[in-house]
């Protein structure tokens, strides 16, 4: 398969050219519907988080990167789909759902765009309405590097160590109204992705 080749030489481009460091890698489920979040700090992140995960990450990305032909065809390849980030549309949301059902992985960049300080304090609430939505668990991850790798408004690679520090996952409640649902899992991501910036929670190499 062509995706599955791609996605080897780019790994080993990533241990060689950063010398990628993923922690906690034991932590993402070998099987059934998950949703990835993580901090987003360059245009590279996806590929850098969607290349180092055996599974195959459908993110959302910005419908504006989806204009550029080139881009709409790697996009598109990679298994992204597009998101308007100031009103997501119903299509959108069906989009995402039919991966949660077929069991696959949904990847969301809660903070809405590139954020250079991740101080998390306004997370977008499509993640936890989709988690509560379908009941399905939220990994966190957090990649440290890439802002240098691919500083913004630049176009070539900086050979820069990588590391992508991986979380403990989140389960919805079960019980509450949808509302505070959202709530306790958007509370929880805030938690533990201000944990894994500050290196406190424990993770194990996986």
């Known amino acids: 398969m062509l995706y599955?080749?791609?996605?080897?030489?780019?790994?080993?481009?990533?241990?060689?050219?950063?010398?990628?460091?993923?922690?906690?890698?034991d932590r993402?489920?070998?099987?059934?519907?998950?949703?990835?979040?993580?901090?987003?700090?360059?245009?590279?992140?996806?590929?850098?988080?969607?290349?180092m995960i055996d599974r195959r990450v459908h993110f959302m990305a910005k419908q504006e990167a989806f204009k550029i032909s080139l881009f709409r065809w790697?996009?598109?390849?990679?298994?992204?789909?597009?998101?308007?980030?100031?009103?997501?549309?119903?299509?959108?949301i069906r989009t995402a759902l039919g991966y949660l059902d077929r069991g696959g992985v949904v990847g969301i960049f809660p903070e809405g765009g590139i954020r250079g300080d991740n101080h998390f304090e306004e997370l977008k609430q499509g993640a936890s309405y989709l988690a509560v939505k379908k009941n399905c668990l939220i990994i966190p991850v957090f990649?440290?590097?890439?802002?240098?790798?691919?500083?913004?408004?630049?176009?070539?690679?900086?050979?820069?160590?990588?590391?992508?520090k991986i979380g403990q996952a989140i389960t919805p409640p079960q019980s509450g109204t949808a509302k505070e649902?959202?709530?306790?899992?958007?509370?929880?991501?805030?938690?533990?992705?201000?944990?894994?910036?500050?290196?406190?929670?424990?993770?194990?190499?996986?």
């Open 74 to 92: 790697f996009l598109h390849f990679a298994g992204a789909f597009p998101v308007n980030r100031e009103k997501p549309e119903a299509q959108t």
């Open 4 to 25: 599955a080749f791609l996605k080897r030489l780019l790994r080993q481009f990533l241990a060689l050219y950063h010398r990628i460091e993923v922690i906690g890698l």
């Open 181 to 206: 649902k959202q709530k306790a899992v958007s509370l929880a991501m805030q938690r533990q992705l201000r944990l894994l910036k500050e290196g406190t929670q424990h993770v194990q190499t996986g």
């Open 143 to 164: 990649i440290q590097g890439a802002e240098r790798a691919l500083p913004k408004g630049s176009f070539w690679l900086r050979p820069v160590k990588i590391t992508i």
């Open 28 to 51: 993402i489920p070998t099987n059934g519907a998950f949703i990835l979040v993580g901090n987003h700090v360059s245009y590279a992140d996806p590929f850098y988080i969607g290349a």
